[in-house]
Each structure stands twice: as C-alpha cells, then as structure tokens.
C-alpha cells in the first residue's frame, strides 16, 4: 500500500468517524424521549379508580397503616383532578384531599372543616409520609410534558435490563424537581426505579415493583419512596385498580362534594 | 580487636569480634540506648484520629481552628436516659438530674475540668429580645396576633393565625414537635385558668404567667421528643488535642455524671467530637499495649521452641525491645509523637526485627551442628548470612524512606519511623546477638557446662520446607501457571475493593460515645456531629442569606448564626417597624381593653373554632406520625388517637359553663379573667418587643461561646444534619447540598473525607516509590536485570491476591490499612531476596537444598512478622483489628508466592530458558 493510499483511507474514516459523532447526540436524544414517552403511558389513564395503602415507617417505627381510596381523571382543559379519601386510620377515616390543577384543599372528618392548601405545597409531605402532593398525583402529566431526557447509561436492576435516563425540567416551575434520574426496563419500557434530585443530590428514590397488567397496562401495584435526607420510607401497596372506571364522576372534583364525604 | 584483624568478611570479623568481647559490646549499647532515652521521653502519644487528619487541608486547618477558639465545639454532650423510669417521673427526674448536674460542674471543685455548664435556653434573654430575633414573615403574624392581647380578640386572632394559608406539610410538623407541644401545653394552661375562673375562681397571676411563658418561649430545658431524655453541655477547659487532661478529666465528668443519673433512678453518658477523641486515646492504647505484649509473648515463646535454648528470650528479647525503644527514642528527637500508625508499626515491628535473629541464630547453630566452634560457627554465620539480612533490611527500610516523597504527614511519619525502626532493630541484633551468644558461653564456661546446643537431639529442622523444595523442583511449569492463574483470577476481583469511609465505623465496637450520636438523632432530632463554617466577625450581612439557603436543605435540619441571636443592622431595619406596630397596638388596647366587656357567645364561637384547629392538628400530627404532638393536642381536646373522644377536654368544661351560665356572670367572670391576662400578655409581648439592637456583651454565656472565637474575630456558622452524618449514603446528599450553597464548610465528616482521599492517592504514590526504590536496590544489589524483575513477580501477585481476597470477602480498605500497604512493598519482598541469594549461592539444581537451608528461616521469620501483625486482630479498634487481618493475609500470600511460585519461576528462568542470573558485573556471589 502507497503512502499515499495510507493517508486517503486514514482521511476517510476519520471523516466518516466524525460525521457519526456529529449525528450521535440528536440520535441519543430522539431515542431517549421514545423511551421516557413509551413508559409514560401509565400516566395517561383517565378515571382512575384505586384503593390502596399507604404505610410509612419512620426511623425504622412503623406508622399506622392509611387507607385510601382515589379516584383521578382530567378536566376538559387537560388539568389533573384527583380526590383522595382516606378510609383508615380511624382517627382520619373520611378525611380527603382534593387536586384540581394547582389548586390543593383538605377536608377534616373530624370537624367536616375545609381548608385550602399554600399553592407552594405541592412538593411538601403529603400526610407526613415521605410522597409529595405532586408524586402522589398530578394527574395525566406525563415526565415526557415537563422534563427533557438524555440517556444516560444502561444498568441491570432486579434481574431486568434497564435505560438509565437523565430528566431535567422543561421549564423553570419551582414544583419540578432539579432533576429525575429514571430507570426505564428496555424489554418492557417499565419505569423500575426514579431518584429525585434537589440542590445536588438524589433526596429520594421511588421503586416501582410488581407489575400487573390492568386493563392492557402493565401498572406497578407496589410503590416505595425511601427518604435519602430523612430516616424514613413509605410504601403504596395497590389493592384494587380500574382505568375507566364507572366510579369516577365529574361531581367528585368539587369542594362540594368533600363537604358530604362520609 | 585483634581479632577483627584476621581474614574473613567485615561481617563475620565483628561477629567474632563481639562475641568474645560481649562487655564492650554491651557499653557501647547502653550509651546509644542512655542518648536514645532523652528522645523516647519527648515522644508523645497522640492516638486519635483527629490527630492524623492532613494539615494541608483547608477543611482540617479550619476544624483545627474551631478545635481551639469556639469552646463550644469541643463540648461534651450529657445525655440523660430516664427511659426505664415510668412515663410520668421521666421528665421531672431528668430535669432534676440535670439541674444537679449544672450545679456540681459550676462548683469549684470543677473548674480545672469544666468552664461552662448549659442545661437550659437562657430564657431571660428570649424574654427581652424574643421578637427583634424573628423573621419578617413571623412578626407580621405577630402584629396581627398581638394587636390586641384581650382574650377575645387575642383568641380571634389565635385561630385566624392557625387558619391561615395551610402548607400541609407533615415533615414540618415533625420538625416543630417540640415546640408545638409546649405551645399547645401553654393554650391549655391558659384555657384550663379560663375555666376556674368562669367557675367562680379568682384568676391566679401566677398561674396566668406560667401559662403565657410556656406559650410563648417554650421548654427551657432540651428534653427528647418523649421527653424522657435530655442533654446537658458541658464545656470542658481543654480541647481535644490536650492529651493529659483528655482521658483524666472526661473520666471525671463522666464518672460524676453516671453516678448522680443512678441517684436518681436514671442513667446518663457522654458524647461529642472529645468524647469520641477520648475513646479513641483510650481503646488505641489499650489495642496497642495488648498487642505488644500478645507479639512479645508468642515471638519469644516461639524462638524458644525452635531453638530450644532457655535463654533465646534474653538473647533475642533484649535486642528486640531495644530496637523498638531506640526507634521511639530516634522517634521523640525527629517528630516527637506516635500517632495510631507509627505506634502499630512499634508492634509490627517486634516481628519484624526478630527476621534478623533468626537469620543470625538459625546459621549460627548450623554452623554449630556443622561442628564449629563458638567463634568460628559466629563468624560463618555472619559471613553466609549478614549479607542478606544487610541487605533486606536496607530493601526494606529503602521502601519505608521512599514513603517520605509523600504530601499527607501521616505517611511520612510512619515512613520515617518504619526505616528508623528496621535500621534500628538491624543495628541492635548486629551488636547485641553475637555479644549476647558471647556472654552465654562465658557463663556456660564458668559453671562449666557443656553447652546444650552441642547436645540437643534435634538440629533446627528444614523437612517441611526441603519437601516444598522437591515439590517445586518436580513440578516447576505446573506451580507457575496454577499459582499465576489464581493470582490473576484473584487479581481481576480487585477493583471491587470498597473503601471504608464512615470513621465510626472504624471505632472500637459499642462504644457508647457512638451510640450515643444515633440515639441523639432517633430521640432529639440531632445530630452531634454538624459542619461550620467560619467567617469574618466584621462582615455578619451574609450570614442571614447563607442560613436560609442551608435550610432550604432537604437534608438541613437547621442552620445556626450569630446573627439568630444579634441582628445585623439590616435585619434590626427590617424589624423594627413590627415590633414599633406591635408596641403602639398594645399601648391603645391597653386602654380600650378596660372599658369592654367581653361577649360570652363570641368567645364560645372562637373557643369552637380554637377546638376545632387543634382537632385537625391532632388528625395531621397522627397522620404525620408525630405521636407527642398529637398526645398534646388530645390531652387539650379529649380526643384518643383514633378520634374517639375519652376524657372531658377543658373545651367541654367551658362550653358547658358558657353555655348554662347566665350570660351577664359570664361576661363579667370574662372581664375578670380577661383584666388579669390581657396585661400579663401585654407585659410579656412588650418585654419581648424590645427594638434596641443586641451587643455581644448582651449574648447568653452559650451563645457566645458557640458563636465567637476566643479572640472575637470570627463567628461559626453550625449546619445540623438530618440524620447521622457518618452514614454513608446520607453524608453523601448532607454534603453534596451543603455544597451548593458554600465550599467553606467543615467539620468531623469533611476532614475524615479527606484524610481517605488524602490516604488513598498517597498510598498509591507512596506504593510506586517503594516499588521504583526497591527494584533499584535489587539491581544494586543482584546487578542483573532479570532476577530483579523476577523477583517484583512474587510481590505483584501477592498484592493482586491480597485485593482480590478482600474484595470477595468484603474487608474494606480504610485510611489505616491503606496507608500499611507500601509497608508491605518491602517486606512481601524479603523472602523471594533471601531465596536468591541462596540459589546463587547453591547454584543451578540445587533448589531443594536453596529451600531446604533458607525455607526454615523464611517461614519462620514470615511467621514471626504474622505474629506481629495479627497481634492487632484482638484490638477493641476496628481500625486497629481490621489493619490486622489485611498485613496478617498479606504476609502470608507474600509467602506463599515466595517459596512456591518464586522458585519455581527460578528454575524456569535460569534451568530451563538458561538465563544467565548471576550478577553482571563484580563477582561477589557465584553459582557453581
């Protein structure tokens, strides 16, 4: 081979090496927000009816267990409403908070009493457990509408193959977290594990655990948000769960109604 | 001297020399050991960690300087236990406990030991300056609050306050336990006063200002959430870094504090950064004293065995010790103090040194079983033999000198004290073991004895290691490869080596100085261990802004200034006003107040609305799992945790007086109440509106010694964790948040963090100058090449070996035993040198003889040098124990690979490929 046959094939692939680089992030990009929507999917259920229970177990004492009974569904202008109506314990059973778009209020079974939540309460701790008001529900929202997505890297939890992606918020909206790192299954596009990032470092992560199909949706039955900056975790067990469900009305979402919750 | 003169070595000259002259011998060894003895008395042992943190950090250099001039962080932590005591005498015996406590430091009989005694917030200060110390957003409140201080109106104002914007934030409940309970003890005092006095009783003054006190300021004392437990500080007159008053006068106190804690039924221990340091100062020494003794006891009990010569603990012992006191001795002229490490290597170094009596004893009976007499068998011993150990001691003490090229003074303080160490156990075994042989023959010959070594049935045997010898000449190729094979295997695991780097974890098991930071965390919400920051005492406008963002921590539990105590200038502007509105609001209902009287039915509808917002506390305290808030709340409701109402609340009292009194009694009991309350709250609130700014003179004894440097030029900020900072994960999220908001932060934690780091790239440093310095030593010395680099394999993969075994059993490195592993540069080498320099001397075929006449020795001086290691592996200390068990498993793969791989790659080499082994140039040893 001639010096010079050397030198045009080491240009060659020199320049096809660079022209790939430059595609490489915009493929790396467009490929992570297919990942982050294709999972997202379990946050675009409408008429979500659900009972489950919340347990919290704080340096290393076990709470009461709280029962509770959702119901979720979008309202014609898209905003997320949910009702949550906790049925134990019996010092709060009736006891219910109500989501419509950003507005937040509870209702007092003991005193039958409403009162509307700070519209800055959104990331605070939702009935002393280690879930926000927004992780317990912001309705249809997606991770997809509020964050960009990098892949990050891949690694293997709990037996599955899983896309490491890195999420960073969309806009500057003081109720998204600094930053998501979200741990999506590659096989069956199931978010497996999220870890919530605040002033530079991960304060809490949520496992995402056994999943069974709902209505053609594999939903995760048993979620668990453990504390990195507090001894304390919490855990929602799912018990039942229907997507279009009849018992979710339109009258639910109304402060009217949590003023006849029995 | 006539002697020195004849033919033969240098070596084996003196040998002779000081065998037949042991007096001379022995006169110049005790005037070295007399001068040495002026050094070992300046030596001073500095056994805590906080002693070896880096001195070039920043973030040791500041704790350093928060050590020396903020007494408050150096105070010792009294918890008082009276969780065995029944619910209702806990807290009143705890606070008795501290109480006595308080008292028995501040008298006299103390003062040598203790310059302060906190076991209460100084409640007068908060009682003249409580308002200017708020915050804006607070005082607003408070001036809708106060604006009027009768009951009705105040009441009105109480339940808009409590019905205000919710944030529905469960973790903040949590985190204003303390003070909610007191809070809602304070409304049920004030409504129980209420109460009497719609009953018929005259309002009691007193009872009223009690009421309004816990109500407004709170427990003075700093009682656990079940207040069943509470901490005492005590500032001691010395800080960590004062050895003698360390260990003495902690004892002391803590002695003192146990015993006055079991007076009462109680108990109580110490804590805190000295606590720790004294327990540390107190487990290292006895770790290092049962060590030594355990390594002096078995080495000597050993050489008796093997040699079975009575004496050997003499001949050997003497020489031994006098080695580690000289080193001590070199030690106090150079730097003065032994530190954890250098003190363990005083240990290892036990058997270390006796490597070269053995070397020296083992051919100097040889050559006696071979026939020679007492001289002559001397003289070759030394001959054969001293070259060797000449030479792997200068190997050795070459790898520990290099170790001097490092940054952090821990490493070159052991370097410097492990070279002295070998040289000087070197030097006392070359003077004394001849000499000391020499005084045995004569007194053998005095009483006219034969000696017993002559007589003795059984030579030193070398079955065991001339079986190696056929092993490994038998099957060479095969050894090399199983042995290659399963170091590199092992050697693939060694990344996943973990490093250590919780320091607690590091400390003696159970100590209570330990547990106690857990138990502060999981009873008091805090942490005993904070980072600070220091700053300027000139510039206090950016401590405002810098403690907010901290507490915007998730992981912050709070942030402490001065400037929560002594508003700046700003903040007194910024203040001001409320407190000016606060101040005429109270002034005009002051005079308004005597003119009305209150209407029964509006205070029935506001008593309504105050029962109703403590109802919904309780429900969120329940939820939120706060349970001694919400016991407060329904001691105030009468409601049961599940919402069952079981007692009659002070609510039900005054709904059925109000309800079924005559409305016109009602009202003018009201009025009565109301003129005695309305001015106490006035009085009190007024008090607490003071606008006039606050000097440092006016600061409580506690704050300033938190807050301020001895000489007043700088303040500490105090960062208190939500949790146990030395937990690994959590130190993680503290300090990488705290980091987002300042790089100036310090603390236990950080200089930990930085001695591992420190520890950690040191070693790897300090491991590649050993290596690069011995490697030219084994050139020097064996002058070719290849037999250097053939004897490095051996070592490499002992240290492959050693990292893989770790990693699969899960021993971690920790910044002791990293910084032991250059150490381990030059003796895993030993071995394998010895062994060249026999086969050298044997020559080609003759490895069975080679390991049949060094094996004896090397095993036993391996076996000696794993007695002295392991002799760590009883300590309390972890650190200590942990040190142990890695040098222990290290030395003993250095030997295996020695005497197995090493002679097998020999005979490959040089028998089977042919090299050439022999030195290239000069021709001081020859094959045959």
């Not at chain 1, 297919?34 to 009816?49: G, M, P, Q, T, W």
């Not at chain 2, 009989?109 to 200060?125: C, K, L, P, R």
């Not at chain 2, 000499?435 to 010959?445: N, S, V, W």
């Amino acid at each position: 081979m001639t010096e010079r046959k050397i030198l045009k094939r080491t240009l060659m692939t020199a320049a096809v090496f660079f022209f790939f680089n430059a595609l490489l992030p915009a493929q790396t990009e467009v490929s992570a927000d297919a990942v982050l929507k294709k999972a997202d999917r379990i946050f675009e259920l409408d008429n979500v009816y659900s009972r489950s229970t919340l347990s919290v177990i704080r340096s290393g004492r076990a709470q009461a267990p709280q029962e509770m009974e959702s119901f979720e569904s979008d309202a014609a202008d898209g905003s997320a409403r949910s009702l949550t109506v906790f049925r134990a314990p019996a010092r709060v059973r009736g006891t219910a908070y109500l989501t419509v778009g950003d507005d937040l209020w509870i209702r007092f079974a003991s005193t039958g009493r409403i009162r509307k939540l700070s519209s800055s309460a959104k990331k605070n701790s939702a009935a002393g457990s280690d879930f926000s008001y927004a992780d317990m529900g912001d309705g249809s929202k997606t991770y997809s509408d509020q964050y960009n997505a990098v892949l990050d890297g891949s690694d293997r939890l709990d037996g599955a193959d899983c896309r490491r992606l890195v999420l960073t918020p969309k806009a500057d909206n003081r109720d998204l977290y600094e930053k998501l790192v979200v741990w999506i299954t590659e096989e069956t596009s199931l978010y497996v594990k999220i870890e919530y990032w605040e002033n530079g470092a991960a304060i809490k992560t949520m496992l995402l655990e056994d999943y069974r199909p709902v209505g053609g949706i594999e939903y995760p039955f048993r979620i668990t948000m453990r504390s990195l900056a507090r001894d304390s975790e919490s855990i929602i067990e799912t018990e039942t769960l229907e997507f279009g469900s009849s018992k979710v009305e339109e009258g639910l979402f109304t402060t009217a109604y949590l003023e006849d919750i029995r | 001297m006539k002697q020195m003169k004849k033919g033969g070595t240098a070596l084996s000259r003196w040998a002779e020399w000081a065998g037949s002259n042991p007096g001379k011998v022995l006169l110049i060894t005790l005037a070295v050991t007399a001068i040495l003895s002026i050094g070992a008395a300046m030596v001073k042992m500095e056994m805590t960690f906080y002693s070896i943190m880096p001195k070039n950090s920043v973030q040791v250099t500041d704790m350093e300087k928060i050590t020396e001039e903020f007494p408050f962080a150096s105070s010792l932590v009294a918890v008082v236990d009276g969780r065995n005591l029944p619910p209702e005498q806990a807290k009143a015996t705890v606070i008795s406990v501290i109480d006595a406590l308080s008292e028995d430091f501040s008298a006299p009989e103390y003062a040598d030991a203790v310059s302060g005694v906190y076991g209460t917030i100084n409640v007068d200060f908060l009682e003249e300056h409580g308002l200017i110390l708020a915050k804006p957003d607070v005082l607003d409140r408070m001036t809708r609050l106060y604006a009027d201080t009768a009951l009705l109106p105040f009441i009105t104002a109480l339940n808009n306050d409590l019905e205000r914007e919710y944030s529905g934030d469960g973790e903040a409940l949590e985190d204003d336990e303390a003070q909610l309970v007191s809070w809602t003890g304070g409304i049920g005092r004030i409504l129980g006063g209420l109460a009497d006095s719609l009953g018929g009783d005259v309002p009691e003054k007193e009872e009223i200002d009690a009421a309004l006190r816990a109500y407004l300021i709170g427990d003075p004392y700093y009682l656990s959430r079940s207040e069943n437990m509470g901490l005492l500080f005590i500032n001691p007159t010395y800080t960590i870094n004062d050895l003698n008053p360390l260990v003495r006068q902690t004892d002391r106190i803590e002695r003192h504090c146990k015993k006055i804690a079991a007076e009462y039924g109680a108990s109580a221990g110490l804590t805190g950064l000295t606590v720790v340091g004294r327990d540390e100062m107190k487990t290292s020494e006895q770790g290092f004293g049962l060590s030594m003794m355990l390594a002096v006891v078995l080495i000597l009990l050993l050489m008796i065995i093997i040699f079975r010569i009575r004496s050997t603990p003499l001949i050997i012992g003497i020489p031994l010790l006098l080695g580690v006191y000289w080193t001590a001795g070199l030690t106090g002229f150079t730097i003065r103090r032994l530190n954890i490490l250098t003190a363990m290597y005083l240990v290892a170094l036990i058997g270390l040194g006796v490597d070269y009596a053995i070397h020296m004893l083992t051919g100097f009976v040889q050559e006696r079983d071979g026939g020679k007499d007492f001289s002559a068998a001397l003289g070759a011993a030394f001959a054969k033999s001293g070259r060797g150990i000449i030479t792997g001691a200068l190997t050795t003490a070459a790898a520990f000198f290099a170790l001097l090229m490092a940054e952090s003074d821990i490493i070159r303080e052991l370097a410097l004290v492990a070279g002295m160490g070998i040289l000087c156990e070197l030097i006392a075994m070359l003077l004394l073991i001849p000499a000391l042989l020499g005084l045995r023959r004569r007194r053998l010959e005095r009483r006219r004895k034969t000696d017993p070594m002559l007589i003795r049935k059984r030579a030193v045997r070398s079955d065991f290691t001339a079986g190696l010898g056929g092993v490994v000449t038998a099957r060479p190729g095969l050894i090399v490869i199983i042995l290659l094979l399963t170091g590199t295997l092992l050697a693939v695991q060694s990344p996943n080596v973990e490093l250590e780097d919780n320091l607690m974890n590091m400390e003696a098991e159970g100590l209570e100085s330990i547990e106690l930071q857990d138990l502060m965390v999981e009873e008091f919400g805090t942490a005993p261990d904070v980072l600070y920051i220091i700053t300027d005492a000139d510039n206090p406008d950016i401590l405002p802004s810098m403690t907010e963002n901290l507490e915007d921590l998730e992981s912050v539990k709070a942030a402490d200034a001065v400037t929560d105590w002594m508003p700046t200038e700003a903040q007194l502007a910024e203040r001001r006003p409320y407190l000016g509105r606060i101040r005429t609001a109270l002034e005009v209902s002051a005079e308004k107040n005597q003119e009305v009287l209150p209407d029964p039915y509006s205070i029935l509808d506001e008593l309504l609305r105050l029962e109703a917002n403590l109802i919904e506390m309780g429900d969120l305290a329940v939820l939120g799992g706060t349970d001694r808030a919400a016991h407060a709340l329904n001691s105030v409701t009468g409601l049961d945790m599940d919402g069952n109402k079981t007692a009659e609340s002070v609510f039900d009292r005054l709904f059925e007086i109000l309800e079924s009194a005559d409305p016109e009694d009602s009202a003018k009991a009201l009025a009565a109440y109301d003129r005695a309350f309305a001015p106490i709250l006035a009085s009190r609130v007024r008090a607490m509106a003071e606008t006039g700014g606050i000097t440092k003179e006016m600061l409580p004894e506690i704050v300033r010694e938190t807050f301020f440097s001895k000489d007043g030029k700088n303040t500490l900020v105090t960062i208190s964790p939500r949790k146990n900072p030395w937990e690994g994960e959590f130190r993680s999220v503290f300090t990488s948040q705290v980091k987002t908001v300042t790089d100036r932060s310090t603390g236990m934690i950080l200089a930990a963090d930085q001695l591992i780091t420190i520890a950690e790239s040191d070693s790897k440093k300090a491991v590649a100058a050993a290596l690069i310095a011995v490697f030219l030593i084994l050139l020097a010395d064996f002058r070719n090449l290849r037999l250097a680099l053939i004897t490095f394999l051996p070592l490499g993969l002992s240290f492959g070996s050693l990292f893989g075994i770790m990693a699969l059993t899960g021993i971690k490195f920790d910044f002791i035993n990293i910084i032991s592993i250059p150490l381990l540069v030059g003796i895993g080498i030993d071995d394998s040198v010895h062994i060249n320099h026999r086969y050298l001397i044997e020559g080609r075929g003759r490895m069975k003889e080679t390991l049949a006449k060094t094996g004896s020795a090397v095993a036993l001086t391996t076996i000696t040098t794993m007695i002295g290691f392991s002799s760590f592996i009883p300590s309390l200390m972890r650190a200590m124990r942990s040190t142990g068990i890695v040098l222990t498993l290290a030395m003993a793969l250095a030997f295996l690979y020695s005497v197995l791989f090493h002679p097998a790659l020999l005979i490959l080499a040089a028998e089977r490929l042919g090299w050439n082994l022999k030195p290239r140039f000069g021709n001081k040893e020859t094959s045959k």
